[in-house]
């Protein structure tokens, strides 16, 4: 079923009637809904005015049921795929994939080993029928409340597919798990929603792509990712967003970190016209622990707003904040960060570093962090830097033999080495592909 252009309650209840989600469900998409229609654009970041809200196909069903056959798939959309290298990667090194388009999820497998130790991983919609108990807990309510923003309550009002993982007490999961979302229709939204549970010890690493062609007109991502890192357990989430630079990216992604537990973000961001996004952690109990790194390339007639959040709230929590960005033409970056420590997170610690370079004379870099300190006992140190390439490197490369081209390539991947040497191997390749392609020719 396709929709018009445009959101009512009418199409709200229509989603979930056509997923057959259980009344609770509905109830929370309505709330959603009712806040969204309430609630005007943001007041800081940079400029949406180019969004027409109005003019977004706000669900595009690929009329596909799911399979964990990659045989089954219908050609065309097996072939984008295909051409992404997701089964070849599921063949070599994951342990599941996931794989949505538009709307709906068309591919989903876990490999047998990991399902036999407890190890749930689905498509969010089918994890709302097979697991309704455990999702009603988790959806929406402690770490993402729709009520965040305009966007977390778009997002709860006709959110569609995504990820679900359960990893029980002390499973831990060695191989990857990936999922790859893939917005094809013009003027449309994707908004998937991903939701990680790693119980008490456990550790589980995610990997999410997105990506999708370029149209003349206006699309929207507004995905959710809420995770819960539980008692000594350790998260790891990877994601690589590439959105068309017709898209507005307007991500959410959320942690709450229990004791001793660890999250990390590892982030790289290209794409888009707009993107506001900021990886964010709570930290609730003693010893918790966050790593947020994240990569961004900002090139012609982008805005890149991202950054990274943490609140401690407990006694010796940690956080560590790493930030790279790269902006070319008249690309714009900007880090936008907030980092809390409480009156009660006594002998914590933050670290934050900024560094932006420019490729460019009208490209343009930022940094607008805000901390708070609420106890004598903590630390926050913040470092920042912005500058252009060196031009005696530079000029050095010439003499050696390579080309201007060249030569901005290999000191562009020397700035972000150091955070490459943090990924998982097989992401920091394909993130290193993605920069070096994005600043050919510059």
């Not at 995770?227 to 709450?256: C, D, M, P, R």
């Not at 790593?291 to 990274?308: H, K, M, R, T, Y």
Request: charged share 20%; net charge negative.
């Amino acid at each position: 079923m396709d929709y018009a252009y445009g959101l009512t309650e009418e199409m709200v209840r229509d989603i979930s009637a056509k997923k057959n989600e259980p009344e609770w469900m509905l109830h929370k998409r309505l709330e959603a809904f009712s806040q969204y229609a309430q609630t005007p654009l943001p007041k800081f970041g940079p400029s949406l005015a180019g969004l027409d809200l109005q003019n977004i196909v706000y669900f595009k069903d690929p009329s596909v049921a799911e399979t964990d056959s990659w045989d089954e798939v219908p050609a065309d959309i097996k072939q984008v795929y295909f051409d992404l290298g997701i089964p070849q990667a599921e063949h070599e090194y994951l342990g599941g994939v996931g794989a949505q388009y538009d709307s709906g999820m068309v591919y989903h497998r876990i490999k047998d080993s990991l399902a036999k130790q407890g190890v749930i991983f689905e498509n969010m919609d089918v994890a709302v029928q097979k697991y309704p108990e455990l999702v009603q807990k988790y959806f929406m309510n402690e770490c993402v409340p729709a009520s965040d923003h305009k966007f977390t309550m778009l997002h709860g009002a006709v959110w569609s597919g995504g990820t679900f993982i359960y990893v029980p007490k002390g499973v831990q999961v060695s191989m990857p798990l990936q999922a790859y979302f893939r917005m094809n229709a013009p003027s449309s939204g994707q908004f998937e929603h991903t939701l990680i549970i790693a119980d008490e010890g456990s550790q589980i690493s995610y990997i999410e792509g997105c990506s999708a062609p370029k149209y003349t007109s206006s699309s929207l991502h507004a995905g959710c990712v809420e995770v819960f890192v539980h008692k000594g357990a350790k998260a790891q989430y990877s994601s690589i967003e590439n959105w068309s630079k017709n898209t507005y990216n307007l991500n959410t992604k959320k942690a709450l970190v229990y004791e001793n537990g660890k999250v990390e973000w590892l982030s790289g961001n290209m794409g888009s016209c707009v993107t506001m996004l900021y990886p964010s952690s709570i930290l609730l109990e003693r010893g918790a622990t966050s790593e947020a790194l994240g990569i961004v390339l900002a090139g012609e007639g982008q805005i890149q707003d991202v950054g990274a959040k943490v609140v401690h709230l407990a006694p010796q929590t940690h956080s560590i904040i790493r930030s790279k960005s790269i902006s070319q033409s008249d690309g714009t970056a900007i880090y936008r960060g907030f980092v809390h420590i409480a009156q009660n997170a006594e002998h914590s610690t933050s670290h934050i570093e900024c560094d932006g370079i420019l490729l460019g004379s009208t490209s343009a870099s930022f940094t607008i962090p805000v901390t708070k300190q609420s106890n004598s006992t903590s630390q926050i140190t913040h470092e920042a830097s912005t500058g252009k390439l060196d031009p005696q490197a530079i000029a050095y490369l010439l003499s050696r033999g390579y080309d201007t081209n060249q030569a901005t390539r290999i000191l562009v991947g020397g700035f972000v080495g150091d955070i490459f040497q943090k990924l998982p191997l097989e992401y920091a390749i394909e993130l290193n592909k993605l920069i070096d392609l994005e600043i050919q020719g510059f």
